[in-house]
């Protein structure tokens, strides 16, 4: 058997408007609040990111981008490093927090 | 009658304080050996309570029950094992959520579990209450609050081991009506004994060493593989994402909801402080020059705290050789007296002399990876490292080999893919070793001026940098292909490091250092010393020379290594060595630091003269030129790990071939790079 083919489109189906505003980890601003839509890659990084904490539905939060290097997130409570190949693999979509809808009047 | 004995098994994740809580209760009382057929080491001790013994081995660090590094595949067979009275569960209390998800896969596979709330001082200084009988309650299992490094809970923890009765039944989390139909049918097809519902869920998770396992002794047709392949098909259609990943997200879920019941507070504390000084520390301009200083006094500070224990230890083998020597006549050729002082005190205490450099580099690895720096260190070089085809966390073996090779090989393990694991392990002796330390600090002063030894030192240690890194990045490119895994890793928040844990790691690095000084560099000793004394030269020939000196020099190439010598010489000619190098270089070949000392022997030095570095010296001047001394230095570098090296390597690597690639492709590339050297270096000097 060999590891099931990763469905990446999961988030465009059935939800209007999803997947617009969806950006790689990799690409992610700091400071920024996302949810994570899907990990793009093999079995065993999502194993690894699964045991961390990094599963679909889950929000972090940026606290090193790392758009040459590597980016540092804070999840579940804990702090993790990502490499640049990785975090090229973990999709995600901002949220917007009631503390960023304040600057939208302005 | 119950046995005398209890064993119990620690686990937990890594910065969980398990090892903090570990060496609180068996203090010095610790052991390292090796988990049978694997490379992975197995820390175990001892603690007394009510006249029982209890006997804890300390699991390697997991986050999950997952197997896809071989430290957690190691972890998870000994708890598959069955072996353990008990597996007490350390989870760190101020990050509860996280740490709940190994201990909820421990209570789905069935074994007997204590929870070890750990840290609950941090969490309670952070406003965080955690109902401990309530958790206990829904999980079923005792739970013990603790603070390892203050001593806090480990009699109630030691009590509760001994009272432990037996596990109730494995937790049954409802994975909804879809898994639960697929964890049935595979259950159906799996005909083997043990956690059946365990072995079912972790299959569908599509458990890497699991299936590999499964792959080897069920046959291809067997029904589970087209069963396997059908549920997962079907999984992925309904909800467009893999069962390993539906499965984590519904332990997360469960895990939430015993944490919305059990805890007090909403806010998240626990990083603050430490995201502040992350924000300085792995700053992406500033953190790289902040951690070049810090490694760099690192150095510094142990490099010269170890300077005045070296020398009383040189000065205390010095004495113990002058008193041995006093048991026979002035001028005695007793073989009894040449193997026990020139072989044995000669060779054994050349190396101890070391133990102080090395004990204070692991005291400040110790150091350095309890705070927490570590991982910001890996972080940090990640982006570099990347670009030679590894990843940060090869970064810390590589920084390990500055003290030795040896435990840097072994600290590889924390890699948890195969090629980026053999490719640190190729590149470990490269990093200038505590041992070719004494080389180098016997050649530099000889041949270059002062003002040029600082810089010289320093150049040669980049040296092996950089070549270290075009290895990895040809290695990567043209042997180890295919895509590196990538940097995962916690960044654990900063912690004051406490004295105790780091003594305890520094003591029992020391203690594995003497204990292959006494068995092996003993061992190598003797062979030395007699390959230098014997065949001994007739007689009618030494008595007409008057010279000691001299007479020393002619028996030597009489003796087996002298042959050696002259037989290798025209091989080493165009690299500048002459035979009595040669020597040298084959003795250097058990362990480097013996390079010294047989530069000493041939070069008819008295060895126990208390100026013998000094006079050492000298002679290396009158008979050699400094483009020998540097072509020296790069050859001790590059050419031949030593043979312990080469002997973890094949267990780590369990392969002949890298092995012996490493030895022979290392020594084929010293050779070249000095035959560079010399060859362009004698057309302008």
Partial sequence: MKPSAVPVTNDNQGRPNAGANDVTLAKARPGQTYTVITIAGGCEVRHRLASLGVVPGQSLEIMQPGRFGPVMIAIKGSRLA????????????????????????? | MEAKTVQVA?????????????????????HVGNYPGVTVEKKYGTCQVNGRKIEIVDLPGTYSLTAVSEEEAVARNAILDGQFKVVVNIVDCSNLERNLYLTVQLLELGVPVILALNMVDIADRRG??????????????????????????????????LAYQSAGQPLHIDYGPDIEQAIAELEKVLDM??????????????????????????????????????????????????????????????????WQEVAKTGVETRHNFSDQIDSVLIHPVIGLPIFLILMYLVFYAVFTLADAPTRWLESGFSLLGTFLNG??????DSPIRSLLVDGIVGGVGGVIVFLPNIMLLFLAIALLEDSGYMARAAFIMDRFMHRIGLHGKSFIPMLIGFGC?????????????????????????????GARLTIYSLVIPAFFPSHWQAPVLWMIYVFGIVLAAVLAKVL??????????????????????????????MALRGRMYLQKAGTVILAFSVILWALTTYPRAPRQITAKIADPAQRKSVELQYAAIGRLGRAVEPGIRPLGFDWRIGTALAAALPAKEMFVAQMGIVLSVGEHTDHREPVLRDQLRRAYSPLTGLCVLIFCLVSAPCLTTIAVTRRETNSWFWAAAQFFGLTALGYLLTLIVFQTGSRFF
């Fill in chain 1, 82 to 106: 990502l490499g640049h190949g990785v975090s090229r693999k973990v999709i995600l979509r901002p949220v917007h927090l009631p503390k960023e809808s304040r600057t939208h009047g302005s």
């Fill in chain 2, 10 to 30: 620690f686990a937990g994740n890594p910065n969980s304080g398990k090892t903090t809580l570990f060496n609180a209760l068996t203090g010095a009382r610790q």
């Fill in chain 2, 128 to 161: 965080l209450a955690v109902n401990t009988d309530k958790l206990a309650a829904l999980l079923r299992v005792p739970v013990i609050p603790t603070v390892g490094h203050k001593q806090i809970g480990l009699e109630e923890l030691k009590r509760a081991i």
């Fill in chain 2, 193 to 258: 004994p043990g956690p059946r519902r365990w072995f079912a869920i972790k299959i569908l998770e599509n458990d890497p060493a699991l299936v590999r396992r499964l792959r080897q002794t069920l046959e291809a047709d067997h029904p589970l593989w087209s069963k396997l392949d059908h549920v997962r098909q079907k999984l992925i259609a309904i909800y467009r994402d893999t069962p390993e990943i539906l499965i984590a997200d519904r332990r997360y879920g469960f895990i939430s909801g015993i």
């Fill in chain 2, 327 to 332: 048991f026979w006549p002035a001028g005695s």
């Fill in chain 2, 405 to 433: 090779s040896v435990p840097a090989i072994m600290a590889t393990r924390i890699l948890e893919n195969k090629r980026d694991r053999i490719t640190t392990i190729m590149i470990i002796p490269l990093m200038s070793c």
């Fill in chain 2, 476 to 505: 990567r490119v043209f042997v180890l292909k295919g895509e590196g895994e990538g940097l995962v890793m916690e960044l654990p928040p900063y912690r004051m490091p406490t004295l105790r844990s780091a003594l305890i790691h």
